[in-house]
């Protein structure tokens, strides 16, 4: 008999002018989660954040001018104890919305020996970047994260740049299609 | 020193504690003074006065204590997002350039 | 581990004003130890507000500036120790208020709130022996002092720590020049 295999759809975030459905199987991995992570941050909030960032000195200014036009941002990131703890359909049927019309795969990172997949996707409205999404899998931690808005992720990557890491270009660049 | 050590330093350097620590300390020591020192007139007129003083000049910025408290969390919240989207961000760099490398 | 202290029938009465300005000195202190112990501002403040509360109960037994200072110490770590216990710490906790701000001279604006998780991630004794050296400036000898530890104990623990945070460092925050 044919398994039949439902993603139940409880969140529905918007980004980039498209909602993302978030499996209700992932909010529910808090409780199964030794560490949990859950971040939403709607319009208002990145305001009244952004009120409290400094314009002029150096380190909030650089976080001001990131999230200056992003309209929301989600996070939710679990890291668990032992392995196998998150459903690979519910990963698969997630990232397949990333393969709507707009978004592009700019980086996709698989390690068979480490059983780790990073993707990274941004959505285009026309030249401008109009949201970003991070998928980072690995045995025992999930991290999901969703901006709405332009973010441009090299200079976000460059945000903690401070760790033995040479700062490097972000992988392939991306280059947006001309009109 | 080590530029852990170092980092650790700055990292926990200390931090004063919410405006008006002290007013309200002064206003509960002001009102449990009496339950566990003996009766001293002197002692208590002036721990209410100072706890009035201190309460007074408190009044003014509860408000604004309020939306500073609410910004805080925002900020911190926004703070903790783009820590971890930078992070894994930089994890796919570093995977990106170990499989170059190859 | 409980710290009481009794207070002295018909102790020496401490202006409020004198204790206030006692309390401003040191509450930064105070708040900073318990703050790095528990990373919960809220929780904190209670400890810190607990601890100044206990002071002046005891201040009259105390002889010196510098025993106020060894005293609030010792009182603030172990109360820390007792809070931590009761409460089940995460690394993350989103429902808590925000750190206060503190200006950072850090080019990385997020490396002092990674490595303040970090710390506050670890064993309770590990954790408090690295706020007192490097928050309060400790040497061993002194940190002993303070948690009643042998001294050579304190230095193993030390090392421990850091070693400890070196790893964590590396596996969380991809770190290579820690």
Same mark, same amino acid.
């Given at each position: 008999m044919k398994k039949i295999f439902a993603v139940v759809i409880l969140i529905?975030?918007?980004?980039?002018?498209?909602?993302?459905?978030?499996?209700?199987?992932?909010?529910?991995?808090?409780?199964?989660?030794?560490?949990?992570?859950?971040?939403?941050?709607?319009?208002?909030?990145?305001?009244?954040?952004?009120?409290?960032?400094s314009g002029d000195k150096g380190n909030d200014a650089k976080l001001k001018e990131l999230v200056a036009g992003v309209r929301a941002i989600y996070v939710r990131s679990f890291e668990f104890d032992k392995p196998n703890q998150y459903s690979k359909k519910d990963l698969d049927a997630f990232r397949a919305q990333f393969r709507a019309p707009g978004w592009s795969k700019i980086v996709e990172v698989q390690s068979k020996e480490d059983n780790e997949h990073t993707e990274i996707h941004i959505k285009k409205d026309g030249k401008q970047i109009a949201?970003?999404?991070?998928?980072?899998?690995?045995?025992?931690?999930l991290t999901l994260v969703l901006i709405d808005g332009p973010m441009d992720p090299s200079k976000l990557a460059e945000l903690g740049g401070n760790f033995g890491i040479p700062r490097i270009e972000m992988g392939p660049k991306v280059s947006l299609p001309k009109d | 020193m080590s530029p852990l050590e170092d980092a650790l330093r700055e990292a926990l350097a200390r931090r004063?504690?919410?405006a008006g620590f002290d007013q309200r300390l002064m206003s509960r020591i002001a009102s449990e003074g009496d339950r566990s020192r003996p009766h001293n007139r002197h002692t208590r007129r002036w721990a209410l006065a100072a706890a009035v003083l201190l309460a007074g000049l408190g009044l003014q910025q509860a408000h604004? /204590? +309020?939306?500073?408290?609410?910004? =805080?969390? #925002?900020? /911190? +919240?926004?703070?903790?997002?783009? =820590?971890? #989207?930078?992070?894994?961000l930089q994890h796919a760099q570093k995977r990106v350039l170990e499989i170059a490398d190859r | 581990m409980n710290v009481t202290e009794e207070s002295?029938?018909?102790?020496?009465?401490?202006?409020?004003?004198?204790?206030?300005?006692?309390?401003?000195?040191?509450?930064?202190?105070?708040?900073?130890?318990?703050?790095?112990?528990?990373h919960d501002r809220l929780l904190a403040e209670e400890l810190a507000q607990d601890v100044f509360l206990q002071l002046h109960q005891a201040l009259p037994r105390l002889e010196s500036p510098a025993h106020v200072v060894f005293w609030l110490r010792k009182v603030a770590s172990h109360r820390a120790i007792d809070y931590g216990r009761k409460r089940k710490l995460r690394l993350v906790s989103l429902d808590r208020a925000p750190e206060p701000a503190v200006a950072s001279k850090s080019e990385d604006p997020l490396l002092g709130e990674r490595l303040r998780k970090l710390v506050a991630s670890l064993p309770e004794k590990f954790r408090i022996l690295v706020i007192l050296r490097f928050q309060?400036?400790?040497?061993?000898?002194?940190?002993?002092?303070?948690?009643?530890?042998?001294?050579?104990?304190?230095?193993?623990?030390?090392?421990?720590?850091?070693?400890?945070?070196?790893?964590?460092?590396?596996?969380?925050?991809?770190?290579?020049?820690?």
């Open positions: 529905c975030l918007p980004v980039a002018g498209q909602e993302i459905k978030v499996p209700a199987g992932f909010d529910e991995l808090g409780a199964k989660a030794k560490e949990s992570v859950n971040i939403t941050l709607d319009r208002d909030t990145l305001a009244m954040a952004g009120k409290f960032l949201g970003l999404a991070i998928i980072a899998a690995e045995p025992e931690e | 004063e504690p919410p604004r /204590q +309020r939306e500073i408290h609410r910004g =805080e969390v #925002a900020k /911190q +919240r926004l703070v903790t997002a783009l =820590e971890i #989207a930078s992070s894994k | 002295p029938a018909g102790g020496m009465a401490i202006s409020a004003c004198e204790f206030a300005g006692i309390v401003r000195e040191h509450q930064a202190m105070v708040f900073s130890i318990a703050y790095h112990y528990l309060e400036g400790l040497e061993p000898d002194e940190i002993a002092g303070v948690l009643e530890m042998p001294v050579g104990t304190v230095k193993s623990q030390l090392q421990r720590s850091l070693a400890m945070l070196r790893e964590k460092a590396t596996r969380y925050l991809g770190g290579g020049v820690l």
